[in-house]
């Protein structure tokens, strides 16, 4: 059975690693800083298996050691953003968080598929990339699958119709600037643009790049993490089960869509190995503008990270 650790324990890590132990798709094991977190969650989830009729069990503890030999690594380590810190600031403590985690994957699982989940997201999958060494088809970032299932969910309120039926597609940088495609936004293969109205949509849109906020706002003190780890479970599953999927993923675009030396949320096939192709879509000008932007912004967080 392959082996996928998740580092940090906390809300999305237990939550991603909860999800594969009841696919049953991998043994599972997490790794927190904090004494006993990670461990005394693994022991619950595997309290779970007997009432839920899953047969997998989660591991957890302190050390990195954990990771040896993990075929796939889905990070969430990292800190939230506390009142009074600016952006910048939560950029380099997590660089700092990610670089320790990601100098020991390299150690440790050295040919492992990473899966970023800290924020900010494309510039963390960036951190990682520089730090393991790894090529660019083993480091990738979930943000697209998250971004496009909060998508899906606001068109099946809108419509009355099963959430399952929507499929969206939502690409660029995991932040203000992401790019919802409507066009790429089906019911059942339905096109959502036969079904709303111009101005339906575009509030969608809206409420889908402020989606991670809307629940900020209501949380308070946390962020969404239901959502999250089912999305990075979804990426995981791809990898593991090697049934590649067409899923939007932050990956190292070299030349596609005119975008290049950054990550970026794009149209990937994720299956064994981790990135297997990326596609290239036919964007109207406008649609390949905004991606562009978006690349443009995540380019300029991970200007500020690299070696002057
Ligand atoms: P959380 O605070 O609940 O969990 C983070 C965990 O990381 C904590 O348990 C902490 O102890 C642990 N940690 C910190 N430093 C560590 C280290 N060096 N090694 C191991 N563990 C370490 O936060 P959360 O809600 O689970 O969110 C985790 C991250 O995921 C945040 O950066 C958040 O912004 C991000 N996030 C991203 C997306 C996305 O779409 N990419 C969605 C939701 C959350």
Redesign the pocket.
Known sequence: MKKVSV???????ATVANEIVRLGVAEVTM????EG?AEGKALDMSQAAPVLGYSVYASGGNGFEALDSSDVVVV?????RKPGMDRSELVSA?AK?VR??AGNIKRLAPRSVVIL???P?DAMCYVAMAETGFPRERVM???GV?DSARMSAFVAMELGLSPGDVRSMVLGG?GDSMVPLPRFTTVNGVPVTELLGADRIEAICRRTRDGGAEIVNLLKT????YA?GAAAAQMVEAVVSGRSRLLPASVWAQGEYGIRDTFVGLPVVIGEGGLKRIVELRLTADELSALKKSAEAVKAIIATLRPS
């Open positions: 580092v940090g324990a906390g809300n999305v890590g790794v927190d800083v904090i977190f969430t380590a990292g800190i939230r997590n968080v320790d985690v989940v800290t924020n997201l970032g979930m943000a998250l995991h946390l962020s969404a993490f999250p």
